[in-house]
């Protein structure tokens, strides 16, 4: 028969709604309610909800596996599109089912080409000059590539040397003071996060890295 005590514990537990096989000294009851309650804590933790990925994230899951052929390749069918040209930005763009790289050269008075190529077959469109670009953007590209004395493979193999992943994206671009760099986007593909590094032209080093979480 169960004690007084006994019947006031059973009526607090059963109205907090926890679930047990008696009262009284059953701990196999009770080792079932703490698993249970540990079970519920651990689907609302932060671990299980950092598992989804976010639309950047899916984003990039679905384009960088199609990609059948890397930057590099893509970015040397480019400049061999344009006679006499040197790279200034290739970035891998979609749709997932048609992946692409858009590629940018410059012949050395700063005209500047697009070109599309084909990240499955690596083959290269019809190069088209960029029709926006006045006397003052010529000249402020012309200048970067002859100060650039650090090639976008090399920075972007600067870039993977510290985060392993795929390039998606290099760009040659100025720093604050007016010298050549070089933008290079890294996807790592087991979190399919971003790492960006900004990489000085002229001698290869690292100015800034930042990774995208989102």
Do not use: F
């Not at 679930?19 to 701990?27: K, S």
């Amino acid at each position: 028969m169960l004690t007084k005590r006994q019947i006031l514990v059973c009526a607090v537990a059963a109205s907090a709604a926890l679930t047990t096989t008696g009262c009284g000294n059953d701990d196999k009851g009770a080792d079932r309610t703490a698993a249970a309650s540990s079970k519920a804590m651990a689907s609302h933790s932060p671990s299980a909800s950092a598992s989804e990925l976010t639309e950047d994230q899916a984003e990039r899951k679905a384009l960088v596996p199609k990609a059948k052929v890397g930057y590099d390749k893509a970015l040397d069918a480019a400049v061999k599109a344009v006679a006499t040209a040197k790279a200034v930005s290739i970035e891998l763009k979609g749709p997932a089912d048609k992946p692409g790289w858009d590629a940018k050269v410059a012949t050395d008075d700063g005209t500047e080409h697009t070109v599309r190529v084909d990240a499955v077959t690596g083959k290269a469109g019809q190069a088209r000059t960029d029709a926006d670009q006045d006397a003052d953007d010529k000249r402020e590209l012309a200048d970067l590539l002859a100060k650039a004395k650090v090639s976008a493979q090399q920075a972007a193999s600067t870039a993977t040397d510290t985060t392993k992943g795929t390039v998606t994206s290099v760009e040659l671009d100025d720093t604050d003071k007016g010298g050549p760099m070089w933008s290079v986007d890294v996807v790592t593909t087991n979190d399919w996060n971003k790492t960006t590094y900004d990489i000085d032209a002229t001698n290869r080093k690292i100015l800034r890295r930042h990774t995208d979480h989102d």
